[in-house]
């Protein structure tokens, strides 16, 4: 079933008629909308949607409507810049631009090895640039420190599909919202992220009745439309879940067969959400009983569910645990893999499922495992080369790189189509960091960003080169050069094939390891990459993607036209061998290895995880009253890089603001359009007020799109720089701040000071009376005595301080027991267990103490004086005296297992010591 009536969405602008109409996509959100791009003169003059496109039916958003002027912006840069000895950026060559940027990588290559290189990209290119970028990261220069923007985005919705299912991909379609009874919004807010969707969805409740029920503390346009809302408080959407799935237990709106025979794991989500019954959950969320139960009710007896979720769940408290949450509440009832129902696990941007499918974040290209040698043999074998070069384990998230940035470890970074400077959480950090290293930035405009760089690198946009994309349903679409880019800029693609050839990368014969030259030739090199794999896109081609309207992947010989819904079969990607994760622990974040994975005995079941309910680690408290929450407006696309430039979209909306509910404002004397300062720990911006019901009386809304550097405006100064333990996400939605009314516009000022290590190293002196030799045993030994005590120092400090009620800090506990066990194992099993598993026991003690070490550097953020007190710098000492620990068992272990299985014993945090060994 398709969208039944179309309707032509035009703007142009133009002195006669077009030349012609070239087709593509929208490059805006991930709906994906097909269109044509107006051409007059070798020039983009408008859009118009595609009325035979599935997608859309020619329907587009404001912000698709009105993309194509930034083509056309005056202030495009025309040709490279670097930054000369003055401190300014002065144009430049295209030869000494690409050059200096060779002569550094070679130079940090030689000195410092590839760790000290990192590259953070986008989810609003295309597939064959992100496919290009993951081998010549991976084969070409070795390195794990690659991530994208989408790490912002939609990490959780990835890492909740392979948690639950052992692959990426959602299962469900835009299809089947056509078809649902029910369609659940979860923190999606429809009307503004994503309006095509949202007209579609009103569509549906027209002509079949369907029920809408809206889950989201904001009343925005979309809640008001609604037919049941809840507005639960921030930070507890799992309690929203956890209830809903205890009254459909309860009522026994389940399917036990579906459950025994396709799941694992349900005993213990059984137990977990027993005491979540619809009293409690008013009382964590704020939601009423009744609401919830109604909410219960519809999704329980209604044939056919489905539910969609976005940055509401995905950038908030336990983002993983509730988005897995949501797979299960679908599994138990049955509802997946059938017409109008299932989870919809949405991307946000509009090629960020193409960015995970080739491996441009995360993992290898085609969801191969990083942590399985087959998978790794594979991938060596088609791209020709040696398997052992390849790193090994999960690559480096953002947020890790700025403290690898902090320590000194990361020297050199590479910066594609993103904005961190206005896009990451608490700026004024990544505005220092950011000045520390060696800076490269490859962008259409001087952004803010841009201009900290070493060197910009301009580049071509949408419509001015070729390539394909997938949309938040896995549909492949091809978009179509319409212009010829101005100034002769080359496209991403291109200076990254340039990059490639000056570095001279060759595969093990010899030969270039790019030996394409054309994004269709990188299309057809990737189907080979991908056949038998989830994202399957043999029987894909340029051609036949334009002819059908896009194709949903697997498409291939037994689906030649693609797949509207996945797991039909009711078949899931959980063996060891197909999974593209081993997956994580929902509440450390630690990864399983093979060996646990296989103890699920998943077997291409889909796994149910329970998950109970934590505060967030920043609550409003007597000095910051207020919950913050920031967000998208319908104007703007994240740091208005392009909408910024469209006059309609900027008018609309020139500047940010702060909502504040009716009843704050009046105690607070504030006055609509009053100049409002809203502050956190961190930082502080001024900003217009705004006195609306749309939030919840103690809350407040800015949106995140503002931030220019001569403003103050940027939401980000307030946010919290700590992240889902599985997905890495940043909890935007997650902070405490005060509000008052402002006298004037004051520059923002108050610079935090951070500890320019967070973890210390401690002198040899505190550890030698600790040890009684340097042989595995003794280290061993050492470590579960030194942790045993920062876990005594932990309990005391929670006795008497703040710390007792913060989440992190249990956490933190959690992993040091498990650590200390763990150990204790591995000492008793020597000797007695085959080598196999005191091997697997080292790969959990190194995720153990990775993990402790990246919750403890969490923990310290949340805390008054950036975590300053006697009792932390006494945990921050064990900690430092941990990781030396450590340090000394890698040469150990090599010694017993050789280089080759250390790598996947060791995390990728200790892997650097392992340079020299082999």
Known sequence: MVWETSREDINIYSQGSVDKFVYSTCNICSNGCGCFIAVKNNKIVGIKGNVNYPVNRGRLGPKGENQWYANNSIDRLTSPLIRNAKGKLVPASWDEAMGLIVDRVKSQLQKNGPDSLAFYHTGQAYLEEYYTIAKITRAGLRTHHVDANTRLCTATAQWALIQ?????????????????????????????????????????????????????????????????????????????????????IRNNWIDLDFIEAHTVGYSELRRTVEKYDPRLVERITGVPANDLI?????????????????????QSMDATAAATLVNSMHLIMGKIGKPGCGPFQHAGQPSSMSNREVGGTGFYPGYRNSENPRHLKEIADLWNVDVHLLPVGPQTHIMNMLDLIEKEQIRFMWVMGTNPVVSLPNRTRVIDLLKRVFLIVQDPFLSETAQLADVVLPTAMWGEKEGTMTNLERRVNVLRKAVDPPFGLPSDFEIWLDFARRMDFRDKDGNPLIQYRTPEECFNEWRIVSKGRPCDMSGMTYDKMEKLGGIQWPCNEEHPNGTIRLYSDFHFHTEVDDAESYGHDLLTGRSRTREEFIKLNANGRAILYAADWAPPPEMPDRDYPFYLNTG??????????KTGRAPLLHMAAPEAYVEIHPKDAKALEIRPADPVRVETRRGSIVVPARITDTVLEGSVFVPFHYGSLEENQAANELTLDVWDPVSKQPLFKNAACKVEKATGFPSFCDEKSFLSDLVCTPARAHILPFLKGNDMVSLLATIVKITRQAIRIIDKTMERSKFQK??????????????????????????????????????????????????????????????????????????????????????????????WETRFIITPTYESLLIGKR
């Open 294 to 314: 109604t909410a219960a009710t519809w999704i329980g007896t209604s044939r056919k569910t489905v539910t969609c979720l976005l940055q509401g769940v995905y």
């Open 164 to 248: 639950s299912f052992g692959a990426d991909g959602p299962p469900a379609s835009i299809e089947d919202m056509d078809q649902a009874e029910v369609i659940v919004y979860l923190g999606r807010n429809s009307n503004e992220t994503n309006t095509v969707l949202w007209e579609r969805t009103l569509d549906a409740r027209e002509r079949n009745g369907s029920k809408i029920i809206e889950i989201d503390p904001r009343a925005d346009v979309s809640t008001r439309f609604a037919d049941l809302r809840l507005r639960p408080k921030s930070g507890t959407n799992v309690a929203v879940l956890n209830g809903i799935i205890h009254l459909l």
């Open 806 to 899: 913060n989440p992190l800090a249990l956490r933190l506990r959690l992993l040091l027991e498990e650590l200390v066990k763990t150990g204790r194992n591995i000492i008793k099993s020597r000797g007695i267990e085959p080598v196999k598993k005191i091997k697997e026991g080292l790969s959990i003690l190194f995720r153990d103490i990775t993990e402790a070490q990246e919750m403890f550097t969490m923990l310290k953020r949340t805390l008054p004086g950036d975590g300053t007190s006697p009792a932390v710098q006494a945990i921050s000492h064990q900690m430092g005296t941990l990781k030396t620990l450590f340090i000394s068992l890698v040469p150990e272990i090599v010694q017993k297992f050789g280089y």
């Open 632 to 641: 998208r407006i319908v104007y703007h696309w994240h740091t208005r890089t």
